[in-house]
């Protein structure tokens, strides 16, 4: 894409350009925006701009300027990724950092990037590390979203000022900061350039491709934490392809989720497993209504159970609904992507699944090969290894931690951390992240298999142990789980362990719904070792 083009573009006015095209598109927020004084649930291309403009000139008020840190850490909301565009206006660089984060994770973040700002709510603010500290002694100002913070600056003290001229970027400089998901420890800072967010990463999904992109007629929900990069390669084709309703939804609570998607009747839905784990209890109590229009659910981040999945393609009236589900990761943007009629996943009720297959890697934007862990050299078609990825997508670095980095990149290849099968016909299939594999099975596989043998609103993890058979995590809805359930799950599957057994939400997890294996390890299996060594997570 041409220098131009991306200045153009960047996400600081990518608003106002999409808005000079003058295609309608309703944005539906499922609660008003803490950036928006006027409290709006519903704007249009051309408002959103306008809330850009007059963050862009709030923070430039709050002291912000060209080349500073600007730490986005509030509660989940669409704002998040309006808050980042106005730091990009301003010139400044956005760190994104999830409100689901505990302040002893949030506060080695600020330290790394040391913030000429930390932009947050009071709720976060008045938190404490276990070292009695605030998050406000780790920035040289804080801008409260709702007041109520002594010596902070307050978002009503600075709107109304005039946003500055945009600042120019270079393609290659540094642009944006988000963070890993941090299951193993204290998150990565992965650095994105405008080359990399919205040259590379943004634009295969801004390509026009009936049926699995958005159509003129589409009504769209999301459900994301909008600090993550998804959201922006995301925000870049909705407002290319251009459907005409768009629900920016922040929380995944049934009894707000249910009376939105009646009154608006989505056609195409994206949300984490976590957001689908809890909506599906809509299709279990009646209101499977709320799905009748959807021709496309999309997946992200984690496989979903197919018990999940099943679920929301049998709530569909569509008459060919599909399940799209996507393989990539932060540092790499997409790599595969395969697709899941109502057919195959019914037909997959009685059966065992076998490995997650994640589709074929994107002609023309990645290659992937499989390789032996040990040598790195590529292994036969039908055998495991680790799963390494090549892509002009690839991110610049980890910010202040390049020897991470460097652990992870093979020359021009990246090192995914996944164990994986390529098929003789070029399909990959996942068994395990590196860390949790046992050679001869898959973890994966037997939890995909136990979910959908469970009753409804179960989930499992399993946790191997060198030598022993795994661990089954199984979280619950009471916490509890009758001895005859467990042995009819089990039966005719590999020998597993007695289970642990917790209450769902005492199942831990990162901001984006990936369980946090190494923390229940610390819980439940005290000096149990691992089967990987687990360098490349």
């Known amino acids: 894409m041409p220098a131009m083009k991306l200045w153009e573009s960047s996400i600081g006015l990518l608003f106002d350009r999409r808005s000079e095209i003058g295609k309608p598109m309703d944005f539906h927020l499922s609660r ?20 850009v403009r007059a963050t862009a000139g709030a923070l430039h008020e709050a002291g912000v300027r060209p080349g500073d840190r600007v730490v986005v850490y509030k509660e989940n909301h669409f704002d998040c990724l309006l808050l980042a565009a106005a730091g990009v206006r301003v010139g400044a660089v956005p760190v994104m950092l999830s409100g689901l984060m505990d302040p002893d994770t949030v506060r080695p973040l600020l330290q790394r990037t040391e913030p000429r700002l930390l932009v947050s709510g009071r709720r976060l603010l008045e938190q404490r590390g276990s070292d009695g500290a605030a998050l406000s002694e780790f920035s040289d100002r804080v801008l409260s979203l709702d007041g109520g913070i002594p010596e902070a600056i307050s978002l009503t003290d600075v709107l109304g000022a005039s946003a500055p001229p945009p600042v120019h970027r270079a393609d290659d400089e540094l642009m944006m900061l988000t963070h890993t998901s941090g299951t193993t420890g204290i998150p990565k800072l992965i650095m994105y350039t405008p080359e990399k967010l919205q040259g590379q990463m943004a634009r295969l999904e801004c390509r026009h491709l009936p049926p699995i992109t958005f159509g003129r007629k589409d009504t769209v929900a999301m459900f994301l934490p909008y600090v993550h990069a998804r959201s922006f ?9 251009s459907p005409a309703t768009v629900l920016l939804m922040s929380e995944n609570d049934p009894e707000t989720v249910g009376p939105m998607f009646l009154k608006h009747r989505p056609t195409s839905i994206e949300a984490l497993p976590i957001d689908f784990l809890r909506m599906a209890e809509l299709t279990r109590q009646g209101q499977g209504d709320a799905f009748a229009s959807v021709r496309m659910f999309i997946g992200n981040f984690d496989a979903m159970h197919w018990s999940v999945i099943r679920a929301f393609l049998n709530a569909s009236r569509h008459r060919f609904p599909v399940w799209r589900e996507g393989y990539g990761q932060s540092e790499t943007g997409g790599m595969g992507m395969t697709a899941i009629t109502r057919r195959k996943a019914n037909k997959r009720r009685d059966e065992m699944p076998g490995p997650r297959k994640v589709g074929r890697p994107m002609p023309g934007f990645v290659k992937l ?18 799963v390494l990825a090549r892509t002009k997508a690839r991110c610049v670095g980890y910010y202040k931690e390049p020897e991470r980095w460097q652990e992870k990149a093979v020359g021009d290849w990246w090192n995914t951390g996944d164990i994986g099968v390529m098929t003789r016909t070029g399909a990959l299939k996942l068994l395990d992240r590196e860390v949790n594999y046992a050679t001869g099975m898959s973890c994966l596989e037997l939890e995909d298999t136990l979910v959908d043998r469970l009753p409804d609103g179960h989930d499992i993890a399993l946790l191997p142990v060198p030598g022993s058979p795994p661990v089954p995590v199984v979280a619950s809805p009471d916490g509890q789980l009758a001895k005859d359930v467990w042995e009819t799950a089990v039966r005719g599957l590999p020998e597993l362990a007695e289970p642990v057994v917790i209450g769902f939400k005492e199942m831990p997890r ?10 229940l390890r610390r819980q439940h299996l005290t000096g149990a070792g691992h089967p990987g060594h687990g360098r490349w997570t």
């Open 369 to 386: 090969k499989v390789v032996d862990p040990q040598t790195f050299a590529p292994v036969p078609r039908g055998k495991p290894g680790i």
């Open 233 to 241: 390669t995301w925000i870049y084709s909705v407002l290319t392809l």
């Open 510 to 519: 990162t901001g984006t719904g990936k369980i946090l294996r190494e923390q």
């Open 32 to 51: 008003p925006m803490d950036i928006d004084p006027e409290g709006r649930t519903l704007l249009d291309v051309a408002a959103m701009a306008d809330v």
